[in-house]
């Protein structure tokens, strides 16, 4: 089975700091995406990747930026964490032409105070 | 703007009724996805349907796709308690890259 694990499963973290978000994938699949997951508003796509040093911005890439220096790495980045970034952050990857949809992460719950 | 739209957002329902959770899309798309989540979870794939008319039935839950009328159901049959979760559709665009954008999820609790 696809594993894809976010190295956090909770996080507090203070407004203005920095924060760096893991996703690694076992399967060497080509794209991987970022979710942020809000009561009332679904998943909604911050960036993905279609390979390696590649990314796009999803529908709200706004205080956010991403890296993916190898394949089974994703990292999301809060530049400078503010409360409204408080949220589940879902991770997900999938091999390319594969119509069976994504794998997801267990989620990190961050919390910016 | 593609707009992916549930409804209802919420359902709470007894067991052993027969419901329906519909999921309406703006943009055209052959491949829609159901995911169910648990509480405290991660997202788990229930179906994908690939083509108009496709039908997918799985225990209980069984989902459908009218691509012309961009419409999907998910069809619960004779309730359990075991399946209340949050059920999500979503549609996928964008050709080779395949984003998926997910409907707002309908919150189902199945009363004894």
């Known amino acids: 089975d696809v594993k894809v694990t976010q190295s956090s499963r909770y996080l507090v973290k203070r407004t203005g700091e920095k924060v760096f978000l893991e996703c690694v994938q076992d399967?060497?699949?080509?794209?991987m995406f970022w979710y942020r997951q809000d009561p009332g508003l679904g998943l909604r796509l911050i960036y993905f990747s279609y390979d390696v040093k590649m990314k796009e911005k999803g529908d709200i890439p706004e205080g956010y930026s991403v890296s993916r220096e190898k394949k089974e790495r994703f990292s999301l980045i809060l530049e400078s964490a503010s409360t409204n970034q408080t949220s589940m952050y879902l991770c997900?990857?999938?091999?390319?032409?594969?119509?069976?949809?994504?794998?997801f992460g267990s989620g990190t719950r961050l919390t910016v105070v | 703007e593609l707009k992916v739209e549930q409804n209802p957002l919420f359902l709470s329902m007894q067991e052993g009724k027969n419901y329906t959770i519909y999921c309406n899309y703006s943009?055209?798309?052959?491949?829609l996805y159901w995911y169910r989540q648990d509480p405290g979870k991660s997202l788990e794939s229930l179906f994908v349907?690939?083509?108009?008319?496709a039908v997918k039935q799985e225990g209980r839950l069984m989902a459908s796709l009218d691509t012309k009328a961009r419409l999907s159901t998910l069809h619960i049959t004779a309730a359990v308690h075991d399946l209340s979760a949050t059920y999500f559709c979503a549609v996928a665009i964008g050709g080779a890259t395949n984003k998926l954008i997910f409907g707002t999820g309908t919150l189902l609790a199945v009363q004894p």
């Open positions: 399967m060497d699949h080509e794209n």
């Open positions: 349907l690939l083509s108009n008319g």
């Open positions: 943009t055209t798309s052959d491949r």
């Open positions: 997900a990857s999938r091999v390319v032409g594969d119509n069976y949809g994504y794998t």
